[in-house]
């Protein structure tokens, strides 16, 4: 089946400090990519859509300036949060939809920690 | 707006007995609909979906799921559970539109007890 992978899995970094975080698609191209955010015991939000070669579209309350996306090509993604806080600790999982299936693949997942 | 709703929080139940996750959606749109299984510090992995066609859906761990469209319901169903059916439930919609946005219910908590 399609595998979309995450790098790093687990990372931690200083207050202040921007963390990039890549998705990449392995086995097959992905028109559209998302970018997930949850806390602990809680759902998944979605933080914003990523179409290749096109700005991000964000959902309503995340910040673009700090949540920076970028699709540079059919099977990469990369999140990178910009002058990390503690606040911003969470688990950050992408994914992937297929081009021609339409079907969406989720990554294993990213668990940012900011001291 | 398009929302996801998952009317329990967190289902405890006994080994070998049946168990229902109920997941009711609205949307103004057509949408696909997906459960989701996520187990401890784990990504999400797809457990069934509804695109078309048949309403009952199964998967191949023995969980099935049907759509009912009148009902605005897609719940997730299994006979009898194992202790390692024991995880987060996510039901989700994806908006059958432009970018197919997937919305995701706040989870079910499985717990299955010997």
């Known amino acids: 089946g399609a595998v979309v992978s995450q790098h790093p899995s687990w990372v931690i970094c200083k207050s202040g400090t921007s963390v990039k975080i890549e998705c990449r698609s392995l086995?097959?191209?992905?028109?559209?990519m998302f970018w997930y955010r949850q806390f602990p015991k809680q759902s998944l939000m979605l933080m914003a859509t990523s179409n290749e070669g096109s700005k991000a579209t964000y959902e309503q309350g995340v910040e673009k300036d700090k949540f920076l996306i970028n699709h540079a090509s059919l099977t990469l993604s990369t999140l990178t949060v910009t002058s990390a806080h503690p606040e911003d600790s969470s688990f950050y999982i992408c994914?992937?939809?297929?081009?021609?299936?339409?079907?969406?693949?989720f990554g294993p997942g990213t668990r940012l920690t900011v001291t | 707006a398009q929302s996801v709703t998952q009317l329990d929080s967190q289902v405890p139940v006994f080994e070998e007995a049946p168990v229902e996750l109920r997941c009711n959606y609205s949307?103004?749109?057509?949408?696909?609909l997906f459960w989701y299984v996520q187990y401890p510090n784990q990504g999400l992995q797809l457990l069934l979906k509804y695109l078309s066609g048949s309403t009952l859906v199964e998967s191949i761990n023995g969980f099935e799921a049907e759509f009912n469209k009148s009902q605005t319901s897609f719940h997730l169903r299994k006979p009898s559970v194992h202790i390692s059916d024991t995880a987060e439930y996510f039901c989700?919609?994806?908006?059958?539109?432009?970018?197919?946005?997937?919305?995701f219910g706040a989870g079910t908590r499985l717990f299955v007890k010997a």
């Open positions: 949307s103004s749109v057509s949408v696909y």
């Open positions: 994914s992937a939809r297929d081009r021609v299936y339409y079907e969406q693949y």
């Open positions: 989700a919609v994806s908006l059958n539109t432009g970018g197919f946005k997937t919305i």
């Open positions: 086995d097959f191209q992905a028109t559209t």
